[in-house]
């Protein structure tokens, strides 16, 4: 590969940029576009190696173990710039053509600090399906939906501050067996002429049960809430191809600061979560259902490291800290939106009067007034 990340229009020398309408590289300076395979010879070659599948042996208890994620970069990464935010401390992504930015958690300016190093390639990105001018206009519907969000939110400007950044994830597959044991009761009750009765049967329920997981997302960025990017859940894997550094052309790609490791206990979290949900579903006929213990074993753990679309605006309103999320690829929308409390004030005053002018007309019509 080129140096500068050379992603160059062959025809007119101009900075090519990913276009997510036609999924093609495009030239904005001559209006050429070109398939993502014709660039792939300017990417040094990939490494195609898999991980290890070998699984582990079912051991009592709860048992996770995972084989390792992501790839070298192969010298990629001497192309790439690393931009840090001296207000948060966030780190960003970019080629070398990036331009001065601003932080998309804080919003304050960023300045570069030198190559991308020490850091794996994602095994896969999910390109960007729904360009800027889909984000705005998500976010503007979305505002517009709030009657009392203040209209500083409404502006063009703050709508200009949505940025598309590409966000890490590590991704996980396993096979697991797990079995829970529950307490169950049934009641019944009749009665007589005298008495009522309540008769409680209780049951030792046991559930076992061996299961497939794909592609479990846990974000590994401390700066992005698990609870923002669960909400904007699910991400379609099928859309994922496997990761060419052309595809962060006019993005930007969030530094993983969280590690695979460090990710597997929610990894843990989610698969125990549903083993145990789906396994529970099985047990009716019962009035109650208490689980007493359980116990999950993974087998064939593997972990993925990859980049997806996420569209984000962070600001900033009378000193509070708000986020607004848009998945890149499917457009589900979330954030919270701050209360106008002088438009809040303006409704209660309307509803003041209004009830006051009820009370005077009562108060006519009784003859009180």
């Not at 070398?96 to 896969?124: H, I």
């Not at 009067?353 to 009562?362: C, I, K, N, P, S």
Request: proline content about 5%; hydrophobic content about 35%; some cysteine.
């Amino acid at each position: 590969m080129s140096n500068l990340l050379d992603y160059k229009c062959p025809n007119c020398g101009g900075a090519l940029q990913f276009d997510t309408a036609t999924q093609k590289m495009a030239c904005p300076f001559c209006g050429s576009s070109f398939e993502m395979s014709q660039l792939q010879a300017k990417d040094d070659v990939l490494n195609q190696q898999q991980p290890d599948y070998g699984a582990p042996a079912p051991q009592q208890g709860d048992e996770f173990n995972w084989n390792p994620a992501g790839q070298d970069w192969n010298g990629e990464d001497a192309n790439m710039s690393v931009f840090v935010c001296n207000s948060c401390g966030g780190e960003i992504v970019g080629d070398m053509n990036t331009a001065a930015t601003s932080c998309p958690y804080c919003g304050n300016p960023v300045v570069m600090s030198g190559r991308l190093s020490g850091m794996l390639k994602p095994n896969y990105v999910i390109p960007f399906q729904l360009d800027k001018k889909a984000a705005k206009a998500r976010l503007k519907e979305y505002v517009n939906s709030k009657k009392f969000a203040p209209s500083t939110f409404k502006s063009e400007n703050k709508l200009e501050e949505i940025k598309g950044i590409y966000v890490p994830f590590w991704l996980f597959d396993s096979q697991i067996n797990a079995d829970v044991h529950y307490e169950a009761t049934r009641t019944r009750s009749w009665s007589d002429k005298n008495y009522r009765y309540t008769e409680t049967s209780y049951f030792d329920v046991y559930r076992a049960g061996n299961m497939a997981f794909a592609n479990i997302p846990v974000d590994g960025s401390s700066k992005m809430p698990d609870d923002l990017m669960e909400s904007i859940e699910p991400f379609d894997f099928n859309g994922a191809v496997d990761f060419q550094t052309a595809y962060l052309a006019g993005y930007l790609a969030d530094k993983y600061d969280v590690d695979m490791q460090a990710s597997i206990p929610r990894a843990n979290e989610r698969i125990k979560n549903s083993a145990e949900a789906v396994l529970q579903a099985t047990v009716d006929g019962y009035t109650s259902v208490t689980p007493k213990a359980s116990y999950v074993r993974l087998l064939n753990g593997v972990s993925k490291y990859a980049l997806y679309p996420v569209w984000l605006l962070n600001t900033t309103y009378k000193g509070e800290k708000y986020t607004f999320a848009m998945n890149g690829q499917t457009g589900k929308f979330v954030g919270n939106i701050p209360v106008d409390k002088g438009k809040l004030a303006g409704l209660f005053a309307g509803i003041t009067v209004a009830g006051t002018g009820v009370v005077f007309l009562l108060g006519r019509l009784l003859g009180l007034i």
